[in-house]
């Protein structure tokens, strides 16, 4: 651990990685990241900035 610091979160916490991947797999997340717009617009992997703040700018402006 990083200086000696013990995590002190409890390690019985639910982790519900099967339904994770398969909601994933069902949305078509196929890398990460994959994200999506409140339009249901889909990206796959790492974009640039000059991508992404377009995008987020266009996506506040119809709100």
Do not use: H
């Not at 078509?28 to 974009?47: D, V």
């Amino acid at each position: 651990m990083f200086k000696r610091v013990e995590p002190t979160a409890p390690t019985d916490c639910e982790n519900p990685i099967d339904e994770l991947v398969a909601l994933g797999k069902q949305l078509g997340a196929t890398s990460t990241p994959t994200w999506f717009l409140p339009n249901g617009e889909k990206y796959l992997g790492a974009q640039p900035m000059s991508v992404v703040v377009p995008l987020l700018d266009a996506t506040a402006r119809r709100r």
